[in-house]
């Protein structure tokens, strides 16, 4: 398991392009199986030795002084969490997409399912009778007819290139193209997806890099007992489990932490306001279950 300071020295090495990509994923995949297998930062001697000068000696939320711990005031990002990050980034710099290609990627790898409309007010996806003639009826205008139509993939496309206002053509919203693992997607995100993977083929070692320096940014700060305070178990458990710490004005009660104080705490009339919605609330919740939809 890397320590403080080799996470340090790897990230200066990687900045400096003095070691490769590679060389430092795989440290660190080393590094994360440790972490997978059970071994944790805070059971090392660097973790331990570090601890003793940080530690103060009451808990920051409590004041208790039983068994007392370093408590994380933010969860830790991972690799994963930094790299989706990163490619939704390169992605949203990357608007600009040549026409062509992408009428052929939306034509060729993806099955197009069109949506049904009326001939008469182009209205989506008319009533279609089993046994009646007319087949259809339209549920807006109420024209009747035998055959409905419909914008080809090619007709819909070049609407959604061309015209800014492509997003009020009757189909575009509508999951029409299906890929091949038989989801089916609105041609909006087609587009985003054929960008996604134009920016991943384009700056795939940008990316990699930025997200191996950021993740040991992380991991850095992690270690280093940055963003931190001394809490007690119980403190800590909350924390970390319910995203609560005790209010500082009753010094009693838990509260989340977005919130300034806890709801005995607020003036009487919000706390009558927070508890009809609770009360409304469990009453809907009783009801999902009865009706069997919880």
Not at 22 to 40: A, I, M, P, T, Y
Not at 97 to 117: G, S, W
Not at 224 to 233: H, I, L, R
Request: net charge positive.
């Amino acid at each position: 398991m890397l320590t403080l300071d080799e996470l340090i020295k790897l990230r200066e090495k990687l900045i400096n392009n003095e070691i490769g990509i590679e060389f430092v994923k795989k440290k660190l995949e080393s590094h994360w199986q440790k972490l997978k297998e059970g071994k944790r930062s805070w059971h090392t001697k660097d973790w331990i030795e570090r601890r003793k000068k940080f530690i103060k000696e009451k808990c920051e939320i409590c004041s208790s002084t039983e068994i007392l711990t370093i408590q994380h005031k933010s969860p830790r990002k991972t690799y994963n969490d930094f790299k989706k990050k990163i490619i939704r980034a390169y992605t949203n710099n990357n608007n600009e997409i040549d026409k062509t290609i992408f009428r052929n990627h939306a034509l060729n790898d993806y099955e197009y399912v069109p949506i049904l409309l009326c001939p008469k007010c182009k209205s989506k996806n008319p009533y279609e009778r089993k046994r009646t003639k007319p087949k259809y009826r339209c549920q807006d205008c109420k024209y009747e007819f035998e055959e409905a139509i419909f914008r080809s993939a090619s007709e819909l496309i070049s609407v959604f290139i061309e015209d800014e206002d492509a997003y009020k053509v009757s189909g575009m919203n509508d999951r029409c193209f299906e890929d091949k693992w038989g989801n089916k997607h609105i041609l909006s995100y087609v587009k985003i997806f054929f960008q996604k993977n134009i920016a991943i083929n384009k700056n795939a070692e940008s990316i990699e890099k930025e997200t191996l320096t950021r993740t040991l940014d992380e991991d850095i700060k992690y270690l280093s007992f940055e963003d931190t305070m001394t809490a007690c178990k119980k403190c800590a458990s909350n924390y970390d489990l319910h995203a609560m710490e005790l209010c500082p004005k009753c010094n009693k009660n838990y509260k989340g932490i977005e919130y300034p104080t806890c709801i005995e705490c607020l003036p009487e009339e919000k706390q009558k306001e927070i508890n009809e919605q609770k009360e409304f609330n469990k009453q809907m919740r009783d009801r999902h279950k009865k009706l069997g939809i919880d």
